[in-house]
T-cell receptor, first 114, second 115 residues
Framework: DAGVTQSPTHLIKTRGQQVTLRCSPK?????VSWYQQALGQGPQFIFQ???????QRGNFPDRFSGHQFPNYSSELNVNALLLGDSALYLC?????????????FGPGTRLTVT | GDSVTQMEGPVTLSEEACLTI???????????LFWYVQYPGEGLQLLLK?????DKGSNKGFEATYRKETTSFHLEKGSVQVSDSAVYFC??????????????FGRGTSLIVHP
């Protein structure tokens, strides 16, 4: 049973560019959450998707947007990249059928903005 | 709003030493409490959890007790191993009005265990 997978593993972009990160949830999970983890910090919640809609959003600007597909996979898009967007981006999945409190995290995508 | 405060690291120990990583929280409701571990180059893994006061979560020799009176959830292990070297995150999760659970994380405490 595959866990949460994310792609790509690493990414280098230039200021002002746009980036798309991808996440496949654990089998049987229908809810996907995205987090930003800056170096030396704990993860900060960006948003959560369920039934292809954004259900909850953290304190992030509109440059951060997402999408969930019918197969529950998800994308995180960031426009107009800033140097401060450099971070590890984590995807987590959970299930409304069992416990939303238990989230399974992927290995993350390391984004570097130069 | 909700917040989590962890002791700053790094915590450096010799193998077989006792470990305590302090965690205190502020929450408006009755949150669930978690410890996550992040090994180098990896994502977070749930280590243990407790969902109500006086519950003790335990896993792989680690344990933590939900103390409502002191709003604490300290992580302990009696004898650490080199393989325990990682960053440990304390987190809490309150149900949102929409019924989802969005964890709030502490800043993490790095543990380094020497042979």
């Amino acid at each position: 049973d595959a866990g949460v997978t994310q792609s790509p593993t690493h990414l280098i972009k230039t200021r002002g560019q746009q980036v798309t990160l991808r996440c496949s949830p654990k089998s049987g999970h229908d809810t996907v959450s995205w987090y930003q983890q800056a170096l030396g910090q704990g993860p900060q919640f960006i948003f959560q998707y369920y039934e292809e809609e954004e259900r909850q959003r953290g304190n992030f600007p509109d440059r951060f947007s997402g999408h969930q597909f019918p197969n529950y996979s998800s994308e995180l898009n960031v426009n107009a990249l800033l140097l401060g967007d450099s971070a590890l981006y984590l995807c987590a999945s959970s299930s409304t059928g069992t416990s939303l409190r238990k989230q399974y995290f992927g290995p993350g995508t390391r984004l570097t903005v130069t | 709003g909700d917040s989590v405060t962890q002791m700053e690291g790094p915590v450096t120990l010799s193998e077989e030493a006792c470990l305590t990583i302090n965690c205190t929280y502020t929450a408006t409701g009755y949150p669930s409490l978690f410890w996550y571990v992040q090994y180098p180059g990896e994502g977070l893994q749930l280590l243990l959890k407790a969902t109500k006061a006086d519950d003790k979560g335990s896993n792989k020799g680690f344990e933590a007790t939900y103390r409502k009176e002191t709003t604490s959830f300290h992580l302990e292990k009696g004898s650490v191993q080199v393989s325990d070297s990682a960053v440990y995150f304390c987190a809490l999760s309150d149900p949102t009005p929409g019924g989802s659970y969005i964890p709030t994380f502490g800043r993490g405490t790095s543990l380094i265990v020497h042979p």
